[in-house]
Nanobody, 121 residues
């Protein structure tokens, strides 16, 4: 069993900051990429930021220079520092990890339950 648990969402005023955290636990052999997605009401889920086990990060254009993704491989955690938040950033944010549970298993995606981020005055 693998679990991803997000935390850190909430209500913040425009221009404010939030830091999301996601902890992966359970039967994990190796994690490749860890990512944050978001889904606003009536819209499709979109990739916000991703960080592979090696290599460079990538971001949704609208969050570049405002959001920063990072990870702690020793703790199987990924973070999303969100600064200069805007009302259009309001969404449910989901953590995603592409991981394998054993040496012989293939990589597959796992998802957290989501955390609400609301940006409003």
């Amino acid at each position: 069993q693998v679990q991803l648990v997000e935390s850190g969402g909430g209500l913040v005023q425009p221009g404010g900051s939030l830091r999301l955290s996601c902890a992966a636990s359970g039967s994990i052999f190796r994690i490749h990429a860890m990512s944050w997605y978001r889904q606003a009401p009536g819209k499709q889920r979109e990739l916000v930021a991703a960080i592979p086990s090696g290599g460079s990060t990538n971001y949704l254009d609208s969050v570049k220079d405002r959001f920063t993704i990072s990870r702690d491989n020793a703790k199987n955690m990924v973070y999303l520092q969100m600064n200069s938040l805007r009302p259009e950033d309001t969404a449910v944010y989901y953590c995603n990890a592409a991981l394998k549970t054993t040496y012989l298993a293939g990589y597959r995606d796992y998802w957290g339950q989501g955390t609400q981020v609301t940006v409003a005055s």
